[in-house]
């Protein structure tokens, strides 16, 4: 926390600064991040008309918010940093709608997922136009020079981790999976490089030596992988607001079935691999409470629940906690604290 807090101390010139967490980031900043989302994106005709649509799906406008909370808290200004967070959320959602073109996913945040209203050719002009609204709204910033290079490459690591997804998950129903490392390496490509991006442009935003932007990126990966595995468990063991087995009906490879193939008995590992080949279609509620059933029983849930558990030492030990206070913390307070087999 060191170099943190002595760049911290230095901003602020013997003058306190309060740092901020994430909800007071919303209440500070929230308003003038939906202005902005929503002007960057404006475009004339049918294709405004589903971007619009798409950033009405809501969201918590995490990673918007992420570059002007750590920048605030590194002693910059968060203001400052407001369009750098508006590219990175167009960058997210357009990788959402393309996402739900390629899982072939139906709805999302409970409304009906772009191409499943307009079809899979439109669905990806629309995600292709945020790309664009995006880099237009990223090079408008007065450190362009340093967070385009960095956000194209996080971009590219993106899609590669969507490339190895979309492999894993044809391959894992049929074929002896691979490591759970293997899974855990998609999931840092894939879901943390958006995490460690806004963190690092909320750094270069505030001005940090390239060191500290190294170490909130490498924090960030941390919070990415932590917010993905969590996600993973809450879709077996469920959560405030949270639908039980999506993924199961899906046949999705998770950190909880990456974690069986590797741990659990043959046996196990081929019904439940028969149960996630089944179609969606055809997977019934029984299907999918034995699939739970056996994540749990072969101790996949309790590997997630360890994993996490570690993460979270990580995180809370890490030089750059204090960028983000609560975050961490936040996801940790989502999983169930007493979780057993189903009865």
Sequence with gaps: MAAVQSLFDARMSGMPRRRLGL????????SLIEHRLRHAAQTDGFLGGMLDYQLG????????LL???VAHNLGGDGHAALDLGVGLELLHNASLVHDDCQDGDLQRRGVPTLHARWGTAQAINAGDALIFRAFAALAATPVADRVLPRVSEA????????????????????HRAQP?????????????????LALELGAIAAGAPSKV???AGDYGRELGLCF????????????????????????KLTFLVAWSYEHAPAAEVQRLRTLLATPADETCEAMVAEAIDLL???????????????????????PMRDLVPGLAEAFAAAVPTAIGAPA
């Design 23 to 30: 909800a007071e980031a919303k209440e500070r900043w929230g």
């Design 57 to 64: 799906t809501g969201g918590k406008r995490l990673r918007a």
């Design 67 to 69: 570059p002007s909370l």
């Design 155 to 174: 971009m590219v690591r993106l899609t590669q981790g969507q490339c190895s997804d979309l492999r894993l998950q044809e391959t894992h129903r049929v």
């Design 180 to 196: 759970l490392a293997t899974y855990l390496a998609m999931a840092e490509a894939k879901t943390a490089a958006l995490f460690a």
């Design 213 to 215: 932007v190294a170490d």
């Design 228 to 251: 993905q595995v969590r996600d993973d468990l809450l879709d077996v063991v469920g959560g405030k607001g949270r639908l039980v087995g999506g993924d199961v009906v899906a046949g």
């Design 296 to 318: 749990h029983a072969v101790g996949a849930v309790e590997a997630a629940v360890a994993w996490l558990s570690a993460s979270q030492a990580r995180i809370a030990s890490h």
